[in-house]
């Protein structure tokens, strides 16, 4: 296992600014952007799906800083009612494969999207109760939108050896461990998680306990590094369904935190440990979305503490049980 970073909060920094410092802080791999709302700062996909001599170049600059590269990112809304902008991210989504194919990379990142609730709507509807009747009606309806389109999608992610890790994610049809499942065991085993867990706990799942499910039937294709705190003052008030936007903090009843600032050294020791037990030994994909802090700082502190979770070697014979 080791400790990657999606590099977008450095966006306004040059690739080669980028990896230079992620690679002086201990960073060993990135996942780069190519489209939806990640952007493609650092990975323009139309440049490098057409230029060899493009990926070429990337390969040498990667190297030059002793990098690889976890995933690319493309995450939008493939199901949404809007054609053109069903088009767009499926389009993004279709073409980040192939480029991942081109350049050696083994996952791309993404979300499932979400319909609307019916063929005549207008917005996606995420339905989170089955009453009135009418909810459950649409949801229905979602899933066989989703089922379709990410069967088809995961035979063109089959073709080019990629695997597709969908973040579980409020307003997104997947958003926790069961969703997951059921779209996998629908589309097949090139759909899994980008496992983040940092939308897991607002919502009261316990994070190990979705390891466990998930790693138990090698659905982990990824994984990003992102803590959540939930402010008890705030959220006996009014719960965790919270619409208030996330740059007033103080009114908020969660927010996204830097590594160990929601839960403890020891929670993300138990989080490594756990992974390491259900076999993943991929990327912890640092992604920074901490409004208390800046990019750097907390991307620093996130490693910081990574640092000392993650083993470094694999384990050896268990001597002590012969």
Known sequence: MHIGV?????????????????????????ELGCGGFPGD???????????????AALRETLADHDLSVSALATHNNPLHPDDERAERADTELREAVCLADALDVDVVTCFSGLPAGGPNDEVPNWVTAPWPAEHADAHDYQWDLATDYWADLAEHAEAHGVDLAIEMHPNMLV???????????????????NFDPSHLY????????????????DAIHHVHAKDTRVYDSVSR???????????????????FRTVGYGHGEAHWKDLVSTLRMVGYDGALSIEHEDSLTSSREGLEKAVELLDRAVFETQPGEAYWAE
């Open 6 to 30: 999606l590099t977008v909060p450095l966006g306004d920094e040059s690739l080669d600014d980028a990896l230079a410092y992620l690679a002086s802080i201990g960073v060993s791999a990135v």
């Open 41 to 55: 700062d650092h990975l323009n996909r139309q440049e490098f799906l057409d230029d060899d001599d493009a990926r």
């Open 175 to 193: 958003y926790e461990p069961t969703g997951l499942l059921r779209l996998r065991e629908a589309a097949g085993e090139r759909v899994g998680a």
């Open 202 to 217: 607002w919502q009261g799942i316990d994070v190990l306990a979705a390891v466990r499910l998930l790693g138990e039937r």
């Open 237 to 255: 008030e009014k719960g965790v369904l919270d619409t208030t936007p996330y740059d007033e903090e103080v009114d908020r009843s969660w927010l």
